[in-house]
C-alpha cells in the first residue's frame, strides 16, 4: 500500500482522539504525524479531521476511513 505509513498514523489518531497519544503510541514526533497525516489527506483529496487548538475529530470522510 503506497500510503501505509500515514494511514497507520491516521487510524491511531482516530484511535486516540489526540496527535499527540498517537505519536506517543507510535514512538514519533507529534509533527511527524501531523505531517504525515496531512500528506495523507493531500493525496487523497479529503479533510479526515477538524482541528482546533483542543480538539481533534474525525470528519465524515474520515469516519468512512477509519471504518474500512
Known sequence: ???ASG??????VAR????TRAASALGVSGAS???QVKSLEQKLGLVLFHRTTR???LTEAGRHL???
Not at 486516540?16 to 496527535?19: I, Q, T, V
Open 55 to 57: 480538539t481533534v475529530a
Open 16 to 19: 486516540r482522539g489526540s496527535f
Open 1 to 3: 500500500m503506497i500510503y
Open 33 to 35: 504525524v501531523s505531517r
Open 7 to 12: 494511514f497507520e498514523m491516521f487510524r491511531e
Open 66 to 68: 477509519a471504518d474500512t
